[in-house]
């Protein structure tokens, strides 16, 4: 049995890796079909120094992105309570419903960042009162924030 060769993806191939992987494959699949089309290169001791570099800077990276949202969860805890006014008809019902996009637009207003609205989870809203409304701000962090409908 042939040895196997070690590569440094260059671009991310399916049922491979993606880019920056070290995979290991057979000589012939990195010499005929990886190494002309330049999807890898061979894994030296100095690549392999850069690729460790790059993942720890892409690590550092997304550590920094959760801290944002981390931040974010405890700017939204900390104001508490958030105010929407809409329109009412009889028995306290209003007039539509409270969207994510004007929820998005709460938010800004009064913490100045932005949120996408296709992260904000808005219950059914159609009499006045308070509701909690789940936004995502992170794979892994999710903050509760307390709407009242006046």
Known sequence: MAK????VLSQDISKLGKTGDLVEV???????????RGLGYRATPGVLKQVERRREEERQRLEQIKQDAEAMKTAIATIGL??????????????????????????????????????????????????????????EVTAELRLRVA
């Open 82 to 139: 958030f105010t929407i006014k809409k329109e009412v008809g009889e028995n306290e019902a209003i007039f539509g419903t409270v969207t994510a996009d004007e929820v998005a637009e709460l938010i800004k207003t009064n913490t100045g960042k932005d949120i996408d609205k296709r992260d904000i989870d808005v219950p059914p809203i159609n009499k006045l009162g308070e509701y909690t409304v789940l936004v995502k701000l992170h794979a």
């Open 26 to 36: 057979a000589p012939g699949y990195a010499r005929n079909y990886l190494l002309p």
């Open 4 to 7: 196997r060769v070690q590569l």
